[in-house]
């Protein structure tokens, strides 16, 4: 059914369908009984799916990427499709509108997203009341924090950590993003020099803090492995919990999409099925550099329940989905789960 309740929506702009989606999502807490159903019929509860990661209690492993829910909007309606945490964001200090549109085009071919939205959301302010305001209890949620697009990267520590502040005692664990190619100069802050002004600010600030929050960063799939080394070493210093693998790639490699449709389209970071491969290697080289020692988060190019085990396998103790959410359809999070837990039975069986 959703197949065919595809192409009707893909005959549409994706950024409109992406607005329309939120929207209708968050009128159905105003239709009695709605949310009981969608529970009923998204979420897969069963005790072998929990996971204790980063010291918290995830019902399921199978959590929704930042870049879904920027504003803190639709979180619990989530939850209800079956999502084990659902990370929103990414926010900026102050409102801002992102990049000209046009700015998110599909590439069905290739079951992949280009997107260039610039960090578009309504501000920490804004976000912040949406989460004290709705926010339902043993729900995780995850803060993806980036800088506005003005900032230059000299002022950027200070901006991210006004940004957590604002949101520290609201979320459950935080992602520092620094790898998003939509946003001019943003990468030079994966450089082991910036990257330690950054995550040593931040750790400061948590430090002094009354409750212990998980930070992460989010990190590029276009990185050399020499590159993820530096990275590590970084973290490991400071004392940052984890890393999410990865972001949207400005890699156009192996496209099965025309040549003259990806210069129509121009730049942007592109998701799915073509970083599949890319995220599943960094997986697996973060997870034998650290010893299986550093949490990861699995993220881009989980299109099939083999996508998700896969990455788990590799050493990712979460993954998170997007791309893969748009062209699946909203049952993908309960088909991940269910696979699991299969593979589980499985296993025990033999």
Known sequence: MYKFFRLILFMFNPERIHNLTVKLLKLTKYIPFFNSLLRLNYAVKSPLLERKVLGLKFKNPVGIAAGFDKNAEVYNELSDLGFGFVE?????????????????????????????????????????????????QRLIIGGNIGKNTDIDNENAPIEYEKTLARLYNYADYFVINISCPNVEN???????????????QLAEFRRYRDIYKPMLIKISPDLSFEQIDEIINVIRTIGIDGIVATNTTTSRNDLKTSAKEIQRIGNGGLSGSPLTKRSLEIISYINKKTDGDLPIIGAGGIMTEDDAINMLNAGARLVQIYTGFIYNGPKFAKRINKRILKEYHASAQE
């Not at 102050?94 to 990049?99: L, Y």
């Not at 943003?186 to 995550?199: D, G, N, V, W, Y």
């Open 88 to 136: 929103i964001g990414t926010v900026t200090r102050k409102p801002q509108k992102g990049n000209a549109k046009p700015r998110l085009f599909r590439l069905f071919k290739d079951k992949a997203l280009v997107n260039r939205m610039g960090f578009n959301n309504d501000g920490v302010d804004k976000v912040f009341e949406n989460i004290r305001k709705k926010r339902r």
């Open 186 to 200: 943003l990468q030079s802050l994966q450089t082991a020099e910036s990257l330690e002004k950054l995550l040593g």
